[in-house]
């Protein structure tokens, strides 16, 4: 792969950028039987919710995969994290009247919770790896 499209794929903005687009698209979607500008309106603030968490959730994740031990590491993080989303994303969607919020917002919580659930168990994986080769 180049080093520019590879540097470009790994940046932070290109991620934010997309999760706003996907997300923001995907909520203009699933509003789009509502009359103008609802479907709008729900499209910004879906992205605007999906741009800040894909900000936040790899430091959420990392910093609560290092608070539990054992097989509640696993899963525990990615809970709490969907859990923090799901109460976020439906209060500021219900504060700001999007029509169809469990539409609006299944799609990216199924997204970021996957993400969360993958990323939490590659570095529980390796984290619980480390601790068994050292002593051995």
């Known amino acids: 792969m180049p080093n ?11 991620h934010v950028l997309f ?13 789009r039987a509502h009359a103008m ?7 910004l603030v879906q992205g605007a ?15 609560l995969s290092k608070r539990f031990v054992g097989s509640v590491r696993f899963w525990a993080p990615p809970l709490i994290a969907c ?5 976020i994303l439906v209060a500021i969607h219900a504060a700001t009247g ?4 469990l539409k609006t917002i299944a799609f990216p919580l199924l997204v970021s919770t996957s993400y969360a659930a993958i990323y939490n168990y590659s570095i529980s994986a390796r984290r619980g790896f480390d601790t068994w ?3 051995h």
């Open 37 to 43: 500008p609802l479907p709008l309106y729900a499209g």
């Open 83 to 87: 859990l923090g989303s799901a109460s």
């Open 4 to 14: 520019g499209l590879h540097r470009l794929l790994r940046s932070g903005v290109v």
């Open 19 to 31: 999760a706003f687009l996907a997300m923001g698209s995907w909520a203009v979607f699933a509003n």
């Open 49 to 63: 919710i999906s741009a800040c968490l894909t900000l936040c959730l790899k430091s959420v994740i990392d910093w």
């Open 98 to 101: 999007t029509p169809e919020i």
């Open 133 to 135: 080769w050292e002593r």
